[in-house]
């Protein structure tokens, strides 16, 4: 009986965990709510870093397979008798697939805890008595969306390219630069769209929301509390470029 029981528990925690993913696009409030009440962090950071780990290495897998397409043709077309597939000796991938899911882990893993040991520090001096699992499974929840955007909009611009090079040879310098990461023009305004920022104002807007949830603060003093440490990491990049320079 007990055993029943705790498999009817694990199977309504799942679907919980699962109709929460589908609420922190279109109701994150209730969301945070639930990490308050139980915070939940561990799933979600494999979840990212899983996402995160497929958008990184979708560019690269998109350029193998159509460098494999067009050598197969190639040998294909010059030994019309033989099969257009040929056999190549695979470089042991393993290692290093494993070294950038625990550097990916290892990465996602510090970004919560400072973002979250901050929030946990101000909250402590608000008096919120919110503790650090809690913030760091709202700072987690909260990335959800964007890199879900990442993940998103870089299978479109992979399979955008790979259609565009095999049909015509070309690929649009402006999907390039998107894909890469990299701005297309010096415009102070380029820099600030990049295609990498955007998603980051979708993390900026809730955990805002969750803040102000969680303290009863005006939206411009949650937001003030969310983007100034990134306010100080930007201030110390431009500190550190131009004393380099």
């Not at 949830?213 to 003093?221: A, D, E, H, I, T």
Request: proline content about 4%; aromatic content about 14%.
């Amino acid at each position: 009986m007990s055993e029943t029981s705790t498999i009817s528990d694990d199977a309504r925690d799942v679907l919980n965990t699962r109709d929460l993913l589908r609420k922190i696009f279109y109701r994150p409030s209730e969301v945070f709510a639930a990490q308050i009440l139980q915070p939940k962090w561990g799933r979600i950071l494999l979840l990212l870093v899983a996402i995160s780990f497929l958008y990184t290495e979708l560019p690269d897998f998109s350029s193998s397979l159509q460098a494999t397409i067009i050598e197969s043709t190639e040998v294909g077309s010059e030994f019309p008798g033989h099969s257009s597939s040929i056999e190549r000796e695979q470089p042991d991938i393993e290692f290093s697939t494993a070294f950038i899911l625990v550097l990916t882990l290892f990465g996602f893993l510090l970004l919560l805890f400072v973002k979250a040991l901050y929030l946990r520090v101000v909250s402590a001096i608000l008096g919120l008595g919110l503790k650090l699992d809690q913030w760091m499974a709202i700072v987690a929840w909260s990335r959800v969306p964007a890199e879900t955007l990442f993940l998103c909009v870089t299978a479109v611009l992979v399979v955008t390219l790979f259609v565009s090079n095999g049909l015509f040879g070309y690929e649009p310098p402006i999907l390039k630069a998107l894909l890469d990461g990299s701005s297309f023009s010096d415009s102070v305004i380029s820099y600030i769209l990049d295609f990498w920022l955007l998603p980051e104002i979708w993390v900026i807007a809730l955990q805002t929301l969750a803040f102000r949830n969680c303290s009863g603060k005006s939206l411009p003093f949650s937001f003030a509390i969310v983007v100034f440490p990134l306010i100080l990491l930007s201030a110390f990049g431009w500190w550190l470029m131009n004393d380099l320079a």
